[in-house]
């Protein structure tokens, strides 16, 4: 264990740091903005509350066109909105402006498909009690999908995780950039091992977490 | 014979010439149906599935609302409420549903509470009414139960209750037993009749098996192809059906169908003589009269009983009899004319 000097552990648990630091950032933000827009998306589609094809139709648009960029484009691609909003577009700050962003685009198409799997007879039901829409949306739909959207934030989670190794890209840091720097660029096979071990158990984390509240919340 | 309900009391609901098509050049639906039901009636619609019988019903709170038409619910013209009056009338018309259609993620508590929070009332109130409730749905022990660990029978019950909460006076009925064994549907069906005689609901169902009518309504409305080919009180459909359709649906529940071995095991007739083969229903004032016995004598006609049962339809005794007469021609017309005099219904059964 030669390799595994203060210096180095200090950079792994930094790594660590800047990974938790962007998942968990860009999730918390895809999570505010995907569910409105997952909402918005679900209410305005053919069969929903109020279909209106204007708003449903370049808004499924966007949300695709951001999904089907590789992130590695999009990375660069929005490097001046990074800059906007984050004021650099250097350093882990920065990477969370399109890990964000593609997580909105990624959990609002999941959290519609989540919205979709709610039984229309309880929506009918709300009608037939005198519900407005609104209250469909928050105290029908929502509540009703929550296992569903918690399963879908999981797997968001977990592929930010992917993401995320990519942000070394633009100076992000991460557990990814310490591997590429480190366990390849440098010829150093076990800081890499360590690395890919590291996100294992951390994806593995995730996942049995996300599960467990599923079941959880879920009176199936 | 007590006057109809309809002539006594004013109308709860008021469907005139309601007309539905689904897409442009598809099938209709509602083919100007009217319907008027009378406050504390329980009053059902039959009919095939794609009859029109769910739009029919889904038109009275205008889940569906219907081309053309008027819906009147308690006087209120609904179609000519915007979206908050609509919603408001809404919560005046309880309805229940064939697949219960109850949150999962809500206790039984939570899911009758659900129709007074969307009314805004207040937590401690909301309460107050789900202790009231319960104990008429029978479920105070599985006020915490969530759906998933109930019986058919018991989410209906749920599903009732929730309906109930916001004390409407009306309560629509959309297959709300289709979905349960028999014996919890004559539990459900009891439940509803109960609740109707303590609550003074009307009520409207919608059903594709006329013992439900025959169990708990008052009057009846057949449903075919978007319209209502009859309707009247449910033992007047039942003992004398008009249309092919009810007929064929009476015989669901009233079954007489004479079966082809044992026409065939009976005597043919003697030399001079002749055999008819007819179903008399006993219902009126003469049901209870001793019928065959006095034309065998008063005739000369020698009357084979094939088959027979007596039921209750409504609270009125109802009887049904395959015979076999034999005599001389004359003589067996002039019998079965002289009880077709009576009142009773004689038809013939093809042999």
């Known amino acids: 264990m030669s390799w595994l000097t203060p210096t180095m552990q200090d950079l792994l648990l930094e790594a660590l740091w800047q990974t938790t630091l962007m998942v968990g950032a860009s999730a918390a933000i895809a999570v505010a903005l995907g ?32 999904r089907s960029t590789p992130f590695i484009i999009l990375m660069v691609a929005i490097v001046p909105f990074t800059r906007l909003v984050a004021g650099t577009s250097i350093g882990t700050g920065a990477a969370i402006v399109p890990l964000a962003l593609a997580a909105t685009a990624f959990l609002a198409r999941l959290f519609e498909n989540a919205l979709r799997e709610v039984d229309k007879g309880v929506i009918e039901a709300a009608r037939a009690m005198g519900a407005s829409r609104l209250q469909i949306l928050l105290k029908v739909l929502v509540p009703e999908a929550l ?74 | 014979m007590a006057e109809p309900l309809s002539n006594l009391r004013p109308s709860a609901i008021r469907l005139t010439g309601l007309r539905k098509r689904f897409a442009a050049g598809g099938t209709v639906a509602l083919d100007d149906v009217s319907l008027d039901v009378a406050q504390g009636e329980v009053f059902g619609i039959v009919g095939r599935s794609g009859a029109g019988k769910s739009t029919l019903i889904r038109s009275v709170n205008l889940l569906e609302r219907p081309d053309a038409g008027r819906v009147e619910v308690l006087g209120a013209d609904l179609l ?118 303590r609550l003074d609901l009307t009520v409207l169902l919608i059903t594709h098996e006329m013992a439900v009518v025959k169990a708990v309504c008052d009057r009846v409305a057949v449903m075919e192809a978007g319209r209502i080919i009859e309707q009247g009180r449910v033992f007047d459909v039942f003992t ?93 017309e002039a019998a079965l004319g002289w009880m077709r005099a009576l009142g009773l219904e004689v038809t013939e059964i093809a042999p």
């Open chain 1, 35 to 66: 569910l409105p827009i997952a909402l918005l998306l679900y209410a305005t589609g053919s069969d929903g509350l109020r279909p209106t094809a204007w708003v449903n139709r370049p808004l499924g648009l966007l949300v695709n066109a951001a």
């Open chain 1, 147 to 220: 296992p569903g959207l918690v399963a879908a934030t999981t797997v968001a989670l977990v592929s930010l995780v992917g993401f995320s190794a990519m942000a070394g890209a633009v100076g992000g840091g991460g557990l990814g950039d310490l591997g590429i720097r480190f366990g390849y660029q440098r010829f150093m096979p076990e800081v890499m091992a360590t690395v890919v071990l590291i996100l294992i158990l951390l994806v593995q984390g995730l996942q049995s977490f996300g599960d467990w509240l599923v079941r959880s919340t879920s009176h199936r």
């Open chain 2, 80 to 197: 000519a409420l915007d979206e908050p009056r609509l919603r408001g009338a809404r919560r005046g018309i309880g309805m229940v549903f064939q697949h219960f259609n109850l949150h999962t993620r809500r206790t039984v508590a939570e899911n009758i509470a659900f129709p007074l929070e969307i009314a805004g009332i207040p937590r401690a109130e909301r309460a107050g009414r789900v202790a009231e409730i319960l104990p008429l749905v029978g479920l105070e022990a599985k006020r915490d139960a969530y759906p998933a660990q109930l019986s058919g029978g018991q989410k209906q019950r749920v599903g009732i209750a929730r309906a109930l909460a916001s004390r409407p006076r009306i309560l629509l009925c959309d297959e709300a037993t289709s979905a349960l064994d028999p014996e919890t549907t004559q539990e459900i069906l009891a439940l509803l009749r109960e609740l109707r005689d």
């Open chain 2, 240 to 332: 004398r059906p008009a249309h092919a359709t009810t007929r064929r649906f009476v015989a669901e529940v009233i079954g007489h169908a004479v079966p082809a071995g044992t026409v065939a095991r009976l005597p043919a007739p003697t030399e001079g003589q002749e055999r008819r083969l007819v179903q008399v229903v006993f219902a009126g004032p003469n049901s209870t009269r001793a019928v065959v016995s006095e034309a065998s004598r008063d005739f000369g006609v020698d009357i084979n009983i094939i088959s027979g049962r007596v039921d209750e339809i409504a609270g009125e005794p109802f009887g049904v009899m395959a015979l076999a007469a034999y005599g001389p021609a004359q003589r067996v």
